[in-house]
Nanobody, 114 residues
Framework: QVQLVESGGGLVQPGGSLRLSCAAS????????MGWYRQAPGKQRELVAL???????NYADSVKGRFTISRDLRKKTVDLQMNSLKPDDTAVYYC????????WGQGTQVTVSS
């Protein structure tokens, strides 16, 4: 069983920054894809960023230049540094991993508001 646990969400003003972290445990290989999705109220869940092992990260157009995904293969963690946050970034953010099947974290709330 693979478990994903997110942390780092919270309330921030527009233009501010947050760093989300996700720790994976269980039988997950370092070669697997990890990343972040988000779901805003009344919206479908959407991809934010993915970082496959040995490949370049991929970002949604809406966050390019503002968000940076990073991964520690040994510690099995994946982080999302979010800068220049906008109200449209408000959502529940979910950690994602693929290890033969998809795994999801429980979600962490990010609210961007003045």
């Amino acid at each position: 069983q693979v478990q994903l646990v997110e942390s780092g969400g919270g309330l921030v003003q527009p233009g501010g920054s947050l760093r989300l972290s996700c720790a994976a445990s269980g039988s997950i290989f370092s070669t697997n894809v990890m990343g972040w999705y988000r779901q805003a109220p009344g919206k479908q869940r959407e991809l934010v960023a993915l970082i496959p092992s040995g490949s370049m990260p991929n970002y949604a157009d809406s966050v390019k230049g503002r968000f940076t995904i990073s991964r520690d293969l040994r510690k099995k963690t994946v982080d999302l540094q979010m800068n220049s946050l906008k109200p449209d970034d408000t959502a529940v953010y979910y950690c994602y991993a693929y290890s033969g099947k998809a795994y999801w974290g429980q979600g962490t709330q990010v609210t961007v508001s003045s």
